[in-house]
């Protein structure tokens, strides 16, 4: 089984293989990257790490990565998971610690959730929807982030390869 790191790599080299159906940004620099963990109060685990160095923010197949980036138009804003993040915060009572990371499509938020951290440092993939309290009722989507969005992706691209 690879690790969930591996599955990020696996994730860098699908998105660069596929950039007729993939976007991204230039990726994060460490200075932005502690300023984003600092934001959230939180470390990101190493394998959502290092995708937000590759790419800051990418989508691939109809699949959007919020990640952490930053626009000329909004400045220093830190955009992306930070942004998402602290306003699921403070709109919709969001737990503190979980931390966005896409969305789900129905109105929920695929989140990180650093109140479980594995011996890799990787946090669970969880949706929380607003109002949602307790852990145990959130749909788990995956272990760790790495491997959740790898299989996604690879899904993704294989259905729109095979519906083109």
């Not at 959502?48 to 109809?62: N, P, Q, S």
């Not at 760790?144 to 083109?164: N, P």
């Amino acid at each position: 089984m690879m690790s969930a790191v591996e599955a990020s790599e696996r994730l860098i080299e699908l998105v660069r293989g596929n950039d007729d159906i993939a976007n991204h940004a230039d990726g994060c620099d460490a200075g932005t990257m502690a300023a984003a963990e600092s934001a959230l109060g939180a470390a990101f685990p190493p394998s959502y790490r290092r995708l937000i160095e590759e790419f800051g923010t990418w989508d691939i197949a109809g699949e959007e990565f919020l990640g952490v980036y930053q626009t000329l138009a909004m400045g220093v804003k830190l955009l992306g998971s930070v942004a998402e993040t602290l306003d699921a915060r403070s709109k919709y009572g969001m737990p503190s610690d979980l931390i966005v990371v896409m969305f789900d499509g129905m109105g929920g938020l695929v989140v990180l959730d650093p109140s479980h951290v594995d011996q890799e440092g990787e946090y669970p993939v969880l949706v929380w929807n607003p109002g949602v309290v307790d852990r145990e009722n959130m749909e788990r989507l995956g272990d760790d982030f790495g491997s959740f969005a790898y299989s996604l992706c690879q899904r993704a691209v294989t259905r729109w390869r095979e519906s083109g």
